[in-house]
């Protein structure tokens, strides 16, 4: 998985609205303390939370 997805690629791939991804991306670096959005990313399906 390449550096750097932006909300745009995300919501493509995961088939969602971009609204959507913000909010989920926003969610879970809260909540993991990840330092980037990629990490955040493949933790959440690491972890089953999306895919």
Same mark, same amino acid.
């Given at each position: 998985m390449g550096q &750097?997805? @932006?909300n745009t690629e995300i919501a493509e791939r995961l088939h969602l609205a971009e609204p959507t991804v913000k909010t989920h991306v926003g969610r879970i670096l809260a %909540? @993991? &303390?990840s330092r980037n959005r !990629?990490?955040?990313v493949i933790l959440a399906y690491e972890t %089953?939370? !999306?895919g």
């Amino acid at each position: 998985m390449g550096q &750097g997805w @932006t909300n745009t690629e995300i919501a493509e791939r995961l088939h969602l609205a971009e609204p959507t991804v913000k909010t989920h991306v926003g969610r879970i670096l809260a %909540k @993991t &303390g990840s330092r980037n959005r !990629v990490q955040a990313v493949i933790l959440a399906y690491e972890t %089953k939370l !999306v895919g």
